[in-house]
């Protein structure tokens, strides 16, 4: 057995997070397990690697270690999240229960009408910004829906939502900047009622099933917390990677147009080529063998989802956006026990604006993207629409 090797890469980088492929490629070829001093973190690089660990919570545990810091490693604490089984199994449930493929297909049509209707729209308009009045505006306006939120909520959401993937990072100045602002989203989920959400809502579910005993007193406003603080920001980027790679190459949105079965498909690749999530933490319960190299107990263990999804020992061709490859074993909704409990709503969103361009759009003309570094979320910040050409 050998000590992995090292590292002097700083994983929160600006430059790395704003293009983290070239230092991934760095990384993989160290070895499929590597060590950060300066992040003091064992990070994941090779897909073999990181599905094993992701399935195997036993000796890569969540609980305590998901971020990369220890104050919000505290606040997530009891979550499901931030839980390994079984008591991430029971608090897993009450999620899973409003976000099963059985309970959203009541949704489908009212979610692909929308889009529709949105994309028409901004057809018409010839020229918009992609993130703002797409891939910002339609997930928030289906998750406040869906949650019940009202008032004053809805217009936090997004700021709350990108501040509670922030303070994931290390304490640099991105995450001191966002704590009091996932504060004020903590704290009003601490005290909201079921009362404070539309009636018939997911939010007045997960109260429902704390009422029946289903989750334990006091958790409903901390599952909520997860929909929110988990599921806005990383649809917000996955949407506009979507959209961005849909106008970069105009042959892969002409092979959608003329095969719409191509529509899951494209959006796994989407997920593939461009990651949402850039890192998320681990803990190794014991020492842990990877391929030959060591992990020590107790180390905290960085997996690089990005990395694994670009790994040419596991998909032909990494580097090269194509929707026919139909990749539906990327990493991007993570794998195992903690599969993304969100994935069936972020896939009926997504699917519905990408039905909707394929309907609607020939091409589209892009202007230059801009991406912000961000310390856990990967997403564009503008992207100008600058024409579009109608199917």
């Known amino acids: 057995m050998s000590t992995p090797p090292n590292s002097d890469v700083n994983l929160f980088d600006d430059e790395i997070l704003i293009d983290p492929y070239p230092t991934y490629v760095a990384l993989r070829d160290l070895g499929p397990v590597v060590h950060l001093p300066l992040n003091d973190v064992y990070v994941l690089t090779r897909y073999d690697a990181i599905r094993r660990a992701l399935g195997d919570p036993a000796a890569f545990s969540s609980a305590g270690a998901i971020g990369f810091n220890p104050a919000v490693n505290e ?80 217009t936090n959401m997004l700021r709350w939502g990108q501040a509670a993937m922030q303070v994931i990072g290390p304490m640099n100045q991105r995450t001191a900047e966002s704590f009091p602002i996932a504060g004020e989203l903590y ?109 020590p107990a107790g180390a905290h263990v960085g997996v690089l989802f990005g990395a694994g999804n670009r790994d040419p020992r596991h998909f032909e061709e990494p580097d090269v956006f194509r929707v026919e490859r139909n990749p539906v074993d990327h990493l991007s909704f993570g794998y195992g026990p903690h599969g993304c409990a969100g994935q069936g709503l972020a896939r009926l969103e997504v699917h519905a604006v990408i039905e909707a361009l394929a309907r609607r759009v020939a091409r589209l003309d892009l202007g230059g993207e801009v991406r912000v570094a961000s310390n856990i979320t990967r997403s564009i910040e503008e992207l100008p629409v600058t024409k579009v050409v109608s199917a």
């Open 75 to 154: 606040a997530l604490a009891g979550t499901s999240l931030a839980s390994d089984p079984p008591d991430h199994t029971r608090l897993r449930a009450a999620l899973t229960e409003n976000l099963s493929p059985r309970a959203l297909r009541g949704l489908k049509l009212q979610i692909e009408e929308k889009a529709d209707a949105l994309v028409a729209d901004l057809v018409r308009r010839g020229s918009f910004d992609a993130i703002d009045q797409i891939a910002r505006a339609f997930p928030l306006e289906v998750v406040a829906d869906l949650i019940g939120f009202t008032g004053d909520v809805r």
């Open 187 to 295: 704290a009003w989920c601490s005290s909201v009622t079921a009362g404070d959400l539309q009636p018939g809502s997911v939010g007045r579910g997960v109260f429902d099933a704390e009422a029946r005993g289903d989750v334990p007193p006091g958790t409903a406003g901390h599952i909520i917390h997860q929909y929110l603080g988990a599921g806005v920001d990383t649809t917000v980027a996955a949407l506009g990677n979507t959209i961005a790679l849909l106008g970069r190459h105009p042959e892969q949105l002409a092979a959608i147009r003329a095969d719409r079965r191509l529509v899951p498909a494209a959006f796994n690749e989407v997920l593939r080529f461009w990651a949402p999530v850039h890192v998320w933490g681990r803990r190794a319960t014991r020492e842990v063998e990877i391929d030959g190299f060591l992990v």
